[in-house]
């Protein structure tokens, strides 16, 4: 009976940490940079050790402008100025994979490409803006419910090298915190807004375990946020003739690796878009798969459970974030993180009255 009962507070616990209604007065007003100086930020602060971290100055801009070329140091890998990728991730190991994204969201928009994506069998990674989260928490849990693949695109979409280290700890640990209170899932993997991002960035993003994401190239970038600014049937029809041509072009010739595409949920012209393009899969002979799917993570989560083959982290994430316990490669050790994961295990209350009422 006693280790029944155990058993029992240790179920409902579970649930309780997963399931816990995000509370939005909690966080930081939406699309503005966090201020660092709150004992929340503070407090993730302190368990960081900016130790190793290159001093390269912010940058200015939303984009910021490049400087002369001259004037960059070489170990700077900058990518938005020194097209230097450094390790992010940038393709898919296997050849005719197209490894599906999208940007920005959840928004009102979101559902619909959720109807999508259902009807055509197939997933993809939402890289997910802690602000929009808050607003539209619903549309992530069914991102998440869906079997969709959820990570970081920061808490206000500005560029990442403008900002100091610890105003990149905030905008990464209130959308951590957004996501986590909505589906228990500590997120592993983040895209830099605008893809911007330099070494310095890339150390500090790393220290609190995570995996950068950029996309293939400019050729798979749809350009469909531009859309947006006047909408129009010719200029949707246009950017999806374009945009098949490339993926097509792809499919004929693959070569020994898969491609990172960059799109949108946040406006209907995006989501628009999208409806007519995931079908040219079909056509261009490509397999449609998440980036944690094109890697082959099984661990596509900080607080993922270790994978039952080897009791380690996927290959994809090793060494990817050390330096705070985050344990990327392991599947993460924070243990209310763990206890989190494992709702799945969770038995309904009417079993639970059910057995209780053998005793």
């Known amino acids: 009976m006693k280790t029944f009962l155990s058993t029992i507070t240790i179920t409902l616990m579970a649930a309780a940490t997963a399931s816990a209604a995000l ?42 402008a490049c400087p002369p070329a001259s004037s960059l140091p070489a170990d700077q890998c900058w990518r938005s100025c020194q097209s230097c990728r450094g390790d992010d991730v940038v393709t898919c190991p296997g050849p005719g994979v197209w490894g599906l994204t999208f940007d920005d969201g959840p928004t009102t928009f979101t559902p619909q490409l959720l109807d999508t994506l259902k009807a055509n069998n197939v997933k993809a990674t939402f890289f997910v803006m802690g602000s929009n989260v808050v607003l539209n928490p619903a549309f992530l849990k069914r991102e998440q419910d869906e079997g969709h693949h959820i990570a970081s695109h920061t808490w206000s979409h500005h560029p990442l090298t403008t900002l100091t280290n610890e105003q990149i700890v905030a905008e990464l640990k209130w959308t951590e915190k957004a996501v986590m ?4 899932l500590q997120m592993k993997y983040v895209r830099p807004p605008y893809g911007d991002i330099d070494n310095r960035v890339r150390a500090v993003v790393k220290k609190l375990g995570y ?18 600014a006047s909408p129009t049937e010719a200029k949707l029809a246009a950017a999806v003739t374009a945009f098949s041509a490339s993926l097509n072009a792809y499919g004929a010739a693959p070569g020994d690796k898969g491609i990172i595409t960059l799109e949108h949920d946040l406006y209907q012209v995006t989501v ?31 607080n993922s459970p270790p994978p039952a083959n080897n009791g380690t982290g996927n290959g994809a994430g090793a060494g990817a974030g050390t330096g705070n316990g985050n344990g990327t490669g392991t599947g993460g050790k924070n243990a209310a993180s763990t206890v989190g994961a494992k709702v799945v295990m969770t038995v309904s209350l009417a079993v639970i009255a059910a057995a209780l009422s053998a005793f």
Do not use: H, M
């Not at 261009?284 to 099984?298: E, N, R, T, V």
């Open 23 to 64: 509370n939005a007065a909690e966080f930081p007003a939406a699309n503005v940079v966090p201020p660092t100086d709150s004992p929340q930020v503070k407090e993730w602060l302190k368990a960081i050790n900016f130790t190793g971290v290159p001093n390269f100055p912010t940058n200015t801009g939303n984009p910021p």
């Open 181 to 184: 209170d909505v589906t228990g």
């Open 272 to 302: 628009d878009f999208a409806k007519r393009i995931i079908p040219v899969a079909t056509q261009a002979k490509l397999k449609i798969q998440s980036i944690d799917q094109c890697l082959g993570d099984k661990s596509p989560y900080q």
């Open 211 to 228: 995996i950068i994401v950029d996309w293939t190239s400019d050729t798979y970038d749809s350009k469909d946020f531009n859309l947006n």
